[in-house]
């Protein structure tokens, strides 16, 4: 590798309606770009009515690759942590069912890691006073990129949240 090459980051994340979760990341400096698609499921090439369902196993999820040299992983997981509510199962806001789970799916042992950790510490700030951080930590699977007119949607016509 020579001194001009950068290295990326890639991490993902899921906390409700990821038009939200998307515009949350998008504008970070040093994240390089957003993606909203679809992880954690069984179903290959998932669309957005199926995983809707809640039958396909999936979570929607914002990809977020990001230069670790301006934005630290432990910088995004603040911000995962502060755009939702961790406490709420399967859900966020009005939104239910699986596919709102929160849950952080790790590309690595070391976000692993750092991702549990965090989880811990967040369990015992009382932030979320006594309710229970039932947020998901696995290993990330296939990314299925969520259909276009789903990606950079508050960008696209404007918001910032997905109440409904």
Known sequence: MTGTE????????????FWGVEEAFRTVDGVLGTAAG?????????RYEQVCTGGTGHAEVVQVTFDPKKVSYSQLLDIFWSIH???QLNRQGP???????SVIFYHDPEQGAMARRSKADIETSGRYGFGKIVTLIQPAGPFYPAEEHHQRYFAKHGGSCCRR
């Open 38 to 46: 679809y992880m954690g499921g069984f179903t290959r090439n998932p």
């Open 6 to 17: 950068q290295t990326t980051g890639v991490a993902t994340f899921g906390a409700g309606c």
């Open 95 to 101: 939104d239910t069912g699986p596919n709102y789970r």
């Open 85 to 87: 509510d961790p406490t």
